[in-house]
């Protein structure tokens, strides 16, 4: 039954010949009321029980043949596919995605029927049918209101869908939503909220709690554009100098495109607007625009037509000046009859770009735009390529309806300036729903000049999808470094326009997050994030997130020839990824091959003729590791992959029927991409063993566990899982330059050139909250660190170290590289980039050097493998920018100067040998670390020979190990990550006296 306030909204706001779209048409009594009342509106109708849908089809035959009627079997929601629809037949106007059992209860119903049925949402329905505008989408689907919306987002966050009505109730309930999320959701978007009653619709301005009763009621929300008939308000038009204060504009100039006799030349100086320049085509008009305005300082006019075209053109001057245009009259003769053309003149034409040229006139010192030419707006802009780089906001008439022949409508001009960066921020129509005027805002950036640099394709993973969430959310264009995913995903993302402010949040939990918790900066900014939260958080977003990483061509041809390879050796495909050569420390642990067979036996023999699908960085090491199984690579499936890094085994991850992944970015964001597996598992330090997961509802790295292959066993000192309790005090006004090596101590800072975030210190400040919290006062601390490199501010550094010996606390002193005097502290931490053996005093110890990955930006981020050679390379000493030349060798003579600590970090980064001189320096966590495991010695002179002997020794396996040994020694415990994970090892040797 259609009661009367949906009666009176029907005659009120569903237009004459307009699209009505409505889900959950059932029998369809609401939409019958509509085609009586609106004989040529045209209603797509929505019902998904086959029983009704009959009905529909019967009872709208004749309308469906006319076009007037186009019925679907199918039901609309949040996400397209197929869902399982509770079917009550003892009640099918009852029936929904979300059952009712107190109302099955309460009316002694049969227990539901699960019926599956197709879902469409109405962003895609929209597309599909080409359908530009919907005028009244009616939602009356027993609960599921909420995701009905949420699948029409893009359309109403558009302004495509004039009128939304919406029932309420119990069903809410049932459904596990709330009024309260409808009406944010809608309120959020710009409509306004109304409730449906006999007497009209009644405006409700904010929510309350009072409304919240699950009692039956419809509601209405329109869009913004109709705030000023809806409301009552005074009529006008957009009020400039508020959207200017709404979106952060700060005129400089004003171009004003159809200024007519230029009346707002006092609205322009209200908002301090120095320079504007009147364009007005009419002749006549024009004479009186200079009379009015052309001696006012600051002020140019112009006598044109402004085009997509230099040149000539006939104005259609009107019987009101004001309705003149280059276009003739259409559907404005129909409402204004009293309005009609009177006369033709012929005037010049120009771009706006060719105009600004002409009269001298520099774009950048114009800002705003003003365009009112009667449905030519979009021929103007077209010749305004140029200017509008320069140009925050735009105010121009729109036509929702063609009011001149051949004009632009308003989704034209959407499509348009969403090309170059803009978004329609405001509308209004108070004076006819057919035209009115819209304001366009630049978008606001939010860039990321390090994606590509922080990690491989599984930290890109990430990086990107949160990129894109939170830009789609905020009405954000995306803008960022060349990656890999250009090239791999067809992605097109513009680079960074221009140096925006670093935005640091490097957190992995949401509700620490500074931008998800609103205590950071939106837009225009250059963030520095991995958005590795809990996959809740991205769940509402896995169809964006897939979208954006579906190979392009030509790598998907090639990775579509070996996944059908695949697949034929086969009936089952499972996956697993084993992560070898770069884990082992921290909670990033190779998982034993044991664990994988364990899982695969388990269920291996129930599968129809199952195939293993193998990735790793080792692969032929995890092969054999798993060879009762007779693993498959990407290199066995007969496709030239080569150049594709990463990708192969990402991809083909993401096609398997089961997975095991490691504790690792990489596989599990291919997990997330996964369609097609009915099971997932992860490996679980604390289980020793595969755990299940879900890749929608997990954290992407489990964190509750950390190990140290390299250390001795048993070796754990107190302190070394629970995180340190840092004293750092602000280091604002003090000499010398504030040291990234600090940033754990003081969370986030600002940061020195160079970007530390997109080289070593990638992973550096995350570690404030991995290892270290910061403490209050001196007295709650564990340690208590020096804010400045020695020997800066030296009457702190004597200070501090006497409140730490005073209440007992370790003081930490880091020194400068090149300045590192004599460090008067007794009982102090003191590190050092470079500590000679004769030198050494106690309570001294090396710091590392921090280094570049090597690996950081190569299309394959996986250690290159030196094969094994009867005569192995030995390389001088790496230089400045030697480090690519690293992989073209197999040991590293070190040099025996100030160099040393950065050619052993370059060394080892590189999975390559180093080759100590002699024993003068000091080596990070030496007696802690088995360094002859991972180096010779020998003088130059003798290098070659040690490095010779040494290495006829070494089967090609073991060769390969003590590669990947060496750069694990790198990143597990000199690259930032590492050393501050295990910082605890030199507290407890200072505390010891160790030396």
Same mark, same amino acid.
């Given at each position: 039954?259609?009661?009367?306030g949906?009666?009176?909204?029907?005659?009120?706001?569903?237009?004459?010949?307009?699209?009505?779209?409505?889900?959950?048409?059932?029998?369809?009594?609401?939409?019958?009321?509509?085609?009586?009342?609106?004989?040529?509106?045209?209603?797509?109708?929505?019902?998904?029980?086959?029983?009704p849908?009959?009905? =529909?089809?019967?009872?709208? %035959?004749?309308?469906?043949?006319?076009?007037?009627?186009?019925?679907?079997?199918?039901?609309?929601?949040e996400?397209? /596919?197929?869902?399982?629809?509770?079917?009550?037949?003892?009640?099918?106007?009852?029936?929904?995605?979300?059952?009712?059992? &107190?109302?099955?209860?309460e009316?002694?119903?049969?227990?539901?029927?699960?019926?599956?049925?197709?879902?469409?949402?109405?962003?895609?329905?929209?597309a599909?049918?080409?359908?530009?505008?919907?005028?009244?989408?009616?939602?009356?689907?027993?609960? /599921?209101?909420?995701?009905?919306?949420?699948?029409?987002?893009?359309?109403?966050?558009?302004?495509?869908?004039?009128?939304?009505?919406?029932?309420?109730?119990?069903?809410?309930?049932? %459904?596990?939503?709330?009024?309260?999320?409808?009406?944010?959701?809608?309120?959020?978007?710009?409509?306004?909220?109304?409730?449906l009653?006999?007497?009209?619709?009644?405006?409700?301005?904010?929510f309350?709690?009072?409304?919240?009763?699950?009692?039956?009621?419809?509601?209405?929300?329109?869009?913004?554009?109709?705030?000023?008939?809806?409301?009552? =308000?005074?009529?006008?038009?957009?009020?400039l $100098? &508020?959207?200017?204060?709404?979106?952060?504009?700060?005129?400089?100039?004003?171009?004003?495109?159809?200024?007519?006799?230029?009346?707002?030349?006092?609205?322009?100086?209200?908002?301090?607007v120095?320079?504007?320049?009147?364009?007005?085509?009419?002749?006549?008009?024009?004479?009186?625009?200079?009379?009015?305005?052309g001696?006012?300082?600051g002020?140019?006019?112009?006598?044109?037509?402004?085009?997509?075209?230099?040149?000539?053109?006939?104005?259609?001057?009107?019987?009101?000046?004001?309705?003149?245009?280059?276009?003739?009259?259409?559907?404005?003769?129909?409402?204004?009859?009293?309005?009609?053309?009177?006369s033709?003149?012929?005037?010049?034409?120009?771009?706006?770009?060719?105009?600004?040229?002409?009269?001298?006139?520099?774009?950048?010192d114009?800002?705003?735009?003003?365009?009112?030419i009667?449905?030519?707006e979009?021929?103007?802009?077209? /010749?305004?390529?140029?200017?509008?780089?320069h140009?925050?906001?735009?105010?121009?008439?729109?036509?929702?309806?063609?009011?001149?022949?051949?004009?632009?409508?308003?989704?034209?001009?959407?499509?348009?300036?969403?090309?170059r960066?803009f978004?329609?921020?405001?509308?209004?129509?108070?004076?006819h729903?057919?035209?009115?005027?819209?304001?366009?805002?630049?978008?606001?950036?939010?860039?990321?000049?390090? =994606?590509?640099a922080?990690?491989?394709l599984?930290?890109?993973?990430?990086?990107?999808?949160?990129?894109?969430?939170?830009?789609?959310?905020?009405?954000?264009?995306?803008?960022?470094?060349?990656w890999?995913?250009?090239?791999?995903f067809?992605?097109?993302?513009?680079p960074?326009?221009r140096?925006?402010?670093?935005?640091?949040?490097?957190?992995?939990?949401?509700?620490?997050?500074?931008?998800?918790?609103?205590?950071?900066?939106?837009?225009?900014?250059?963030?520095?994030?991995y958005?590795?939260?809990h996959?809740?958080?991205?769940?509402?977003?896995?169809?964006?997130?897939?979208?954006?990483?579906?190979?392009?061509?030509?790598?998907?041809?090639?990775?579509?020839?070996a996944?059908?390879?695949?697949?034929?050796?086969? /009936?089952?495909?499972?996956?697993?990824?084993?992560?070898?050569?770069d884990?082992?420390?921290?909670?990033? +642990?190779?998982?034993?091959?044991?664990?994988?067979?364990?899982?695969?036996?388990?269920?291996?023999?129930?599968?129809?003729?199952?195939?293993?699908?193998?990735?790793?960085?080792?692969?032929?090491l995890?092969?054999?590791?798993?060879?009762?199984?007779r693993?498959?690579?990407?290199?066995?499936?007969?496709?030239?992959?080569?150049?594709?890094?990463?990708?192969?085994?990402?991809?083909?991850?993401?096609?398997?029927?089961?997975?095991?992944?490691?504790?690792?970015?990489?596989?599990?964001?291919?997990?997330?991409?996964n369609?097609?597996?009915?099971?997932?598992?992860?490996p679980?330090?604390?289980?020793?063993?595969?755990?299940?997961?879900?890749?929608?509802? $997990?954290?992407?790295?489990?964190?509750?566990?950390?190990?140290?292959?390299?250390?001795?066993?048993?070796?754990?000192? @107190?302190? $070394?899982?629970?995180?340190?309790?840092?004293?750092?005090?602000?280091?604002?006004?003090?000499?010398?330059?504030?040291?990234?090596?600090?940033?754990? +101590?003081?969370?986030?800072?600002?940061?020195?050139?160079?970007?530390m975030?997109?080289?070593?210190?990638g992973?550096?400040?995350?570690?404030?909250? $991995?290892?270290?919290?910061?403490?209050?006062?001196?007295?709650q601390?564990?340690?208590?660190?020096?804010?400045?490199?020695?020997?800066?501010?030296?009457?702190?550094?004597a200070? =501090?170290?006497?409140?730490?010996?005073k209440?007992?606390?370790?003081?930490?002193?880091?020194?400068?590289?090149?300045?590192?005097?004599?460090?008067?502290?007794?009982?102090?931490?003191?590190?050092r980039?470079?500590?000679?053996?004769a030198?050494?005093?106690?309570?001294?110890?090396?710091?590392?050097?921090?280094v570049?990955?090597?690996?950081?930006?190569?299309?394959?981020?996986?250690?290159?493998?030196?094969?094994?050679?009867?005569?192995?390379?030995?390389?001088?000493p790496?230089?400045?920018?030697?480090?690519?030349?690293?992989?073209?060798?197999?040991?590293?003579?070190?040099?025996?100067?100030?160099?040393?600590?950065?050619?052993?970090?370059?060394?080892?980064?590189?999975?390559?040998?180093?080759?100590l001189?002699?024993?003068?320096?000091?080596?990070? +966590?030496e007696?802690?670390?088995?360094?002859?495991?991972?180096?010779?010695?020998?003088?130059?002179?003798?290098?070659a020979?040690?490095?010779?002997?040494?290495?006829?020794?070494?089967?090609?396996?073991?060769?390969?190990?003590?590669?990947?040994g060496?750069?694990?020694?790198?990143?597990?415990?000199? @690259?930032?990550?590492?050393?501050?994970?295990?910082?605890?090892?030199?507290?407890?040797?200072?505390?010891?006296?160790?030396?």
């Amino acid at each position: 039954m259609v009661d009367a306030g949906e009666i009176l909204a029907i005659e009120r706001f569903v237009p004459p010949a307009g699209v009505v779209l409505d889900a959950g048409a059932h029998e369809g009594a609401w939409a019958a009321e509509v085609l009586s009342r609106r004989p040529r509106v045209t209603a797509h109708l929505f019902e998904p029980l086959p029983g009704p849908y009959r009905g =529909l089809l019967r009872r709208f %035959a004749r309308e469906a043949g006319e076009g007037r009627v186009v019925p679907h079997n199918m039901a609309l929601a949040e996400a397209e /596919g197929c869902r399982p629809f509770w079917h009550y037949q003892d009640a099918e106007s009852w029936s929904t995605f979300h059952r009712r059992p &107190e109302v099955e209860r309460e009316n002694h119903l049969r227990p539901p029927r699960a019926v599956n049925v197709p879902v469409t949402t109405v962003d895609a329905y929209r597309a599909r049918q080409g359908l530009a505008r919907v005028d009244f989408l009616k939602i009356d689907v027993e609960g /599921g209101e909420r995701d009905v919306l949420r699948g029409a987002r893009e359309s109403l966050a558009r302004g495509c869908v004039d009128h939304v009505q919406f029932e309420y109730g119990g069903t809410y309930r049932d %459904a596990g939503t709330t009024l309260r999320e409808v009406f944010d959701f809608l309120a959020a978007l710009g409509y306004l909220i109304f409730r449906l009653t006999p007497d009209g619709p009644r405006h409700l301005p904010a929510f309350t709690a009072e409304m919240e009763d699950y009692g039956y009621a419809n509601f209405l929300a329109a869009n913004e554009r109709f705030r000023v008939p809806l409301l009552g =308000l005074p009529w006008g038009m957009l009020d400039l $100098s &508020e959207q200017c204060r709404r979106h952060g504009v700060t005129p400089r100039g004003v171009v004003h495109v159809g200024a007519h006799e230029g009346g707002e030349m006092e609205k322009y100086r209200a908002l301090g607007v120095s320079r504007v320049l009147f364009i007005e085509a009419n002749p006549a008009v024009h004479e009186r625009l200079v009379a009015n305005v052309g001696k006012e300082p600051g002020v140019v006019t112009a006598n044109v037509a402004i085009s997509g075209a230099d040149g000539e053109a006939l104005l259609r001057v009107t019987s009101m000046d004001q309705s003149s245009s280059l276009l003739p009259l259409k559907g404005h003769a129909a409402i204004y009859p009293d309005i009609v053309e009177t006369s033709q003149v012929r005037v010049k034409t120009r771009r706006l770009d060719t105009l600004l040229a002409e009269l001298g006139l520099r774009a950048e010192d114009y800002n705003l735009l003003n365009i009112d030419i009667q449905g030519a707006e979009l021929m103007a802009l077209r /010749g305004a390529e140029r200017f509008l780089r320069h140009v925050d906001g735009i105010n121009t008439e729109v036509n929702f309806e063609e009011l001149y022949e051949g004009c632009a409508l308003i989704e034209d001009l959407d499509a348009f300036l969403e090309e170059r960066g803009f978004h329609r921020a405001a509308t209004t129509t108070p004076y006819h729903p057919t035209w009115g005027d819209a304001w366009y805002a630049r978008r606001r950036a939010i860039a990321m000049s390090t =994606l590509g640099a922080n990690g491989g394709l599984g930290n890109s993973f990430f990086q990107y999808a949160f990129l894109h969430v939170w830009a789609k959310e905020r009405g954000l264009r995306v803008e960022t470094s060349p990656w890999n995913g250009q090239r791999w995903f067809g992605r097109a993302d513009p680079p960074p326009a221009r140096a925006y402010p670093e935005l640091v949040d490097l957190s992995h939990r949401a509700d620490d997050s500074a931008l998800l918790t609103g205590a950071a900066p939106a837009g225009d900014t250059d963030l520095v994030a991995y958005g590795q939260y809990h996959t809740r958080f991205h769940a509402p977003h896995r169809e964006t997130i897939r979208a954006l990483f579906t190979p392009a061509s030509p790598a998907r041809e090639r990775l579509s020839f070996a996944l059908a390879n695949l697949r034929a050796r086969g /009936g089952t495909v499972v996956g697993v990824h084993m992560r070898r050569r770069d884990y082992d420390y921290s909670y990033f +642990f190779a998982a034993p091959g044991e664990w994988y067979r364990r899982w695969l036996d388990g269920f291996w023999a129930t599968l129809d003729r199952p195939v293993l699908f193998l990735a790793s960085d080792l692969p032929d090491l995890a092969a054999a590791e798993l060879a009762p199984y007779r693993p498959v690579t990407s290199r066995d499936l007969g496709a030239d992959l080569a150049d594709l890094g990463e990708l192969p085994d990402f991809f083909l991850l993401a096609q398997c029927d089961a997975l095991a992944i490691s504790n690792s970015s990489f596989s599990f964001a291919a997990a997330m991409l996964n369609e097609r597996a009915r099971w997932f598992a992860r490996p679980s330090l604390p289980a020793k063993s595969l755990v299940p997961f879900d890749p929608w509802n $997990s954290e992407p790295l489990l964190r509750n566990a950390e190990v140290e292959t390299i250390a001795p066993d048993g070796d754990d000192p @107190a302190g $070394s899982r629970r995180r340190l309790a840092i004293y750092a005090p602000d280091d604002a006004g003090l000499k010398g330059e504030r040291a990234p090596i600090l940033f754990p +101590f003081r969370g986030v800072g600002p940061h020195p050139a160079g970007r530390m975030h997109a080289g070593p210190f990638g992973l550096h400040t995350w570690l404030s909250g $991995s290892y270290y919290r910061l403490a209050p006062s001196l007295e709650q601390a564990d340690l208590v660190v020096h804010p400045v490199c020695w020997p800066a501010a030296p009457a702190l550094a004597a200070d =501090l170290a006497r409140r730490a010996a005073k209440h007992g606390k370790m003081f930490v002193l880091f020194c400068d590289e090149q300045h590192g005097g004599d460090a008067p502290f007794p009982g102090a931490l003191v590190l050092r980039p470079l500590l000679r053996r004769a030198a050494r005093r106690p309570g001294e110890f090396a710091l590392p050097a921090w280094v570049e990955d090597p690996l950081a930006g190569r299309a394959d981020t996986r250690l290159p493998m030196r094969p094994w050679s009867a005569r192995p390379v030995v390389a001088p000493p790496p230089g400045e920018g030697d480090a690519a030349a690293l992989f073209e060798a197999d040991y590293v003579r070190l040099p025996a100067d100030a160099r040393f600590p950065r050619a052993l970090a370059m060394t080892l980064a590189a999975g390559r040998v180093p080759i100590l001189a002699n024993d003068e320096f000091i080596l990070p +966590f030496e007696g802690v670390l088995d360094w002859p495991r991972y180096s010779l010695r020998a003088d130059a002179r003798h290098a070659a020979a040690r490095a010779a002997a040494f290495h006829a020794n070494l089967t090609p396996e073991r060769w390969e190990a003590l590669q990947t040994g060496c750069r694990r020694v790198w990143e597990g415990w000199l @690259a930032p990550f590492g050393f501050f994970g295990k910082l605890y090892r030199y507290v407890a040797a200072a505390r010891a006296a160790v030396i």
